[in-house]
């Protein structure tokens, strides 16, 4: 009957756009990766599996180094270019779906499965891809610089999400300070 079928029209196209809204709540605007609230998602879940003692992953922070000069000097478009640019970076490296944005410089990778046991591989070709964006804009008056923390699950000592996660920002933040002094740039 046409009203039947109206009415299955109408709940898929109903359906379809709650699927899109939802997905969108857990997208980043500027970047198209996960956000924040998506990671908060995966820590229930990552909790969950803690309980259970099925857990088995690393959290990998990262923190764009300068984005507070870079917009000062160059402008906020330039600003939202390093993000962009750097959400790629991140992105050709670790697996999309385990890519979160959690604040405005700041993003935060879930490593699980087979790429828990390589999270070692993952760093270096961070610094590769790293590298490459350097050598691609030589001539550009700002670079991309990433700090990076790793940290490991271990169910010895780790009763949460949040604990691995402190671990990682503790290690990306001494990463951070190191890359400060070396390249003699001051923090703002």
């Given at each position: 009957?046409?009203?039947?079928?109206?009415?299955?029209?109408?709940?898929?196209?109903?359906?379809?756009?709650?699927?899109?809204?939802?997905?969108?709540?857990?997208?980043?605007?500027?970047?198209?990766?996960?956000?924040?609230?998506?990671?908060?998602?995966?820590?229930?879940s990552l909790n969950h599996q803690?309980?259970?003692?099925?857990?088995?992953?690393?959290?990998?922070?990262?923190?764009?180094?300068?984005?507070?000069?870079?917009?000062?000097?160059?402008?906020?478009?330039?600003?939202?270019?390093?993000?962009?640019?750097?959400?790629?970076?991140?992105?050709?490296?670790?697996?999309?779906?385990?890519?979160?944005?959690?604040?405005?410089?700041?993003?935060?990778?879930?490593?699980?499965?087979?790429?828990?046991?390589?999270?070692?591989?993952?760093?270096?070709?961070?610094?590769?891809?790293?590298?490459?964006?350097?050598?691609?804009?030589?001539?550009?008056?700002?670079?991309?610089?990433?700090?990076?923390?790793?940290?490991?699950f271990d169910p010895d000592t780790?009763?949460?999400?949040?604990?691995?996660?402190?671990?990682?920002?503790?290690?990306?933040?001494?990463k951070k300070e190191e890359m400060?002094?070396?390249?003699?740039?001051?923090?703002?």
């Amino acid at each position: 009957s046409e009203r039947l079928d109206q009415f299955i029209t109408d709940i898929i196209k109903i359906t379809k756009e709650k699927e899109h809204y939802e997905s969108e709540a857990y997208t980043d605007a500027l970047t198209r990766v996960k956000n924040k609230a998506a990671l908060e998602v995966e820590e229930k879940s990552l909790n969950h599996q803690i309980e259970q003692k099925t857990a088995r992953f690393s959290i990998v922070l990262l923190d764009i180094n300068g984005l507070k000069y870079i917009n000062d000097t160059f402008g906020h478009t330039a600003g939202d270019d390093s993000i962009i640019e750097s959400a790629a970076i991140i992105c050709r490296v670790f697996p999309l779906s385990h890519v979160y944005r959690i604040g405005g410089d700041e993003f935060c990778v879930i490593l699980l499965g087979h790429e828990y046991d390589i999270q070692d591989e993952f760093i270096e070709k961070l610094n590769d891809e790293i590298d490459k964006s350097i050598s691609a804009h030589s001539g550009r008056q700002w670079q991309i610089s990433i700090a990076c923390g790793i940290s490991r699950f271990d169910p010895d000592t780790d009763l949460s999400f949040r604990a691995v996660y402190e671990k990682a920002d503790r290690i990306m933040y001494n990463k951070k300070e190191e890359m400060y002094k070396e390249s003699g740039i001051k923090r703002r």
